[in-house]
């Protein structure tokens, strides 16, 4: 597997998978299954639920610990010095591990700076080899690595061929902060399985819409994590590094580009007091 180099040295393959949406009644099957056609990375988080069956997972499959990479995320309810601490402890719980390979704020809202200072003693601790965040967009992540002691090591935001985050991306790697991919296939939204620019690619490479996305992306250094619940999927979005794809099909992809979400936007006030209420109600650990 391909990996890339974070900003403090530790190798993070730059394909692997995603368990939102994966009910945790499911999420054990999933990954075994994922680990088994050779996933090695697995992105998941507090607010899915399904920490526990990543880590039944993990210690099931019998595959050594230092041989995988596990990603979780600290969710808003959990925001705060003290509560991210303590959600941390309860995640490493949960994934049965002394440790997490990349640790991340999962949304930009309440007082993320104490959850990221929770964070950086996590990473002296040894408890988290690399820490980011996640759905940061430019201004908020530039403020957070202006200011903070370890500068995040990646940025999970969407990404996509709607959405690139070309300039974004730019701006993140002045703090070596690399661009991690949420939702590579947009999760299916605008006929994205059927696109037409992406299929005639494909058929040249013999590829599939969903492996010229992913392709895409890895070609730009972006990680990716896609999401399937199906192994025959799972097989086919991992067979994407025998091609390459030519300068003109990616200059011909950036075309596709909006440059905006197609979920929602985090600097929309309406949308930030809805997810700020909505944490209110329902705490997650
Ligand atoms: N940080 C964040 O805020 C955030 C937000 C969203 C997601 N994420 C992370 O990013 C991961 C990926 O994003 P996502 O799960 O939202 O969506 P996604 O990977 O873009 O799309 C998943 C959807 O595509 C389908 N699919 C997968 N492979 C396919 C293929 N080869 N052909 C046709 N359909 C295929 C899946 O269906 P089946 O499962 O039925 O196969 C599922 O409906 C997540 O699992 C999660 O780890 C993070």
């Known amino acids: 597997m391909k990996t890339v180099k974070l900003n403090n040295g530790i190798e993070?393959?730059?394909?692997?998978?995603?368990?939102?949406?994966?009910t945790p009644e499911e999420c054990e099957r999933c990954v075994l299954d994922a680990?088994?056609?050779?996933?090695?990375?697995?992105?998941?988080?507090?607010?899915?639920?399904?920490?526990?069956?990543?880590g039944n997972a993990i210690s099931k499959s019998g595959i050594p610990r230092n041989e995988l990479f596990i990603t979780t995320k600290v969710w808003i309810s959990n925001a705060g010095y003290e509560k991210a601490k303590a959600s941390i402890a309860e995640s490493l719980r949960k994934l049965q591990s002394d440790y997490v390979d990349l640790l991340l704020i999962h949304q930009p809202f309440g007082d993320y700076y104490g959850t990221y200072r929770a964070m950086e003693e996590a990473y002296k601790a040894g408890?988290?080899?690399?820490?980011?965040?996640?759905?940061?967009?430019?201004?908020?992540?530039?403020?957070?690595?202006?200011?903070?002691?370890?500068?995040?090591?990646?940025?999970?935001v969407e990404t996509h061929v709607f959405n690139q985050q070309i300039e974004p991306q730019r701006i993140m790697e002045e703090y070596g902060t690399r661009v991690m991919s949420w939702g590579p296939f947009a999760e299916g939204k605008n006929n994205f399985f059927t696109n037409e620019l992406l299929k005639t690619i494909g058929e040249k490479y013999g590829k599939s819409v969903a492996q010229v996305a992913l392709r895409y992306l890895i070609q730009r250094d972006v990680i990716v994590i896609p999401k399937s619940t199906h192994k025959e999927r799972m097989i086919e979005n991992m067979d994407v590094f025998d091609f390459s794809l030519s300068e003109e099909d990616m200059q011909a992809i950036t075309t596709l580009d909006q440059k905006k979400s197609?979920?929602?936007?985090?600097?929309?006030?309406?949308?930030?007091?809805?997810?700020?209420?909505?944490?209110k109600k329902e705490a997650v650990i």
């Open 12 to 22: 993070m393959p730059i394909l692997g998978y995603g368990v939102y949406q994966v």
């Open 35 to 54: 680990l088994s056609v050779g996933y090695r990375s697995v992105d998941t988080a507090q607010a899915y639920f399904n920490e526990e069956g990543v």
């Open 127 to 156: 408890k988290a080899r690399a820490i980011g965040v996640s759905n940061f967009y430019p201004d908020r992540l530039v403020d957070l690595a202006e200011c903070c002691e370890i500068k995040p090591a990646v940025n999970q």
């Open 262 to 279: 197609l979920f929602l936007s985090h600097t929309d006030p309406e949308i930030v007091k809805w997810m700020i209420n909505m944490v």
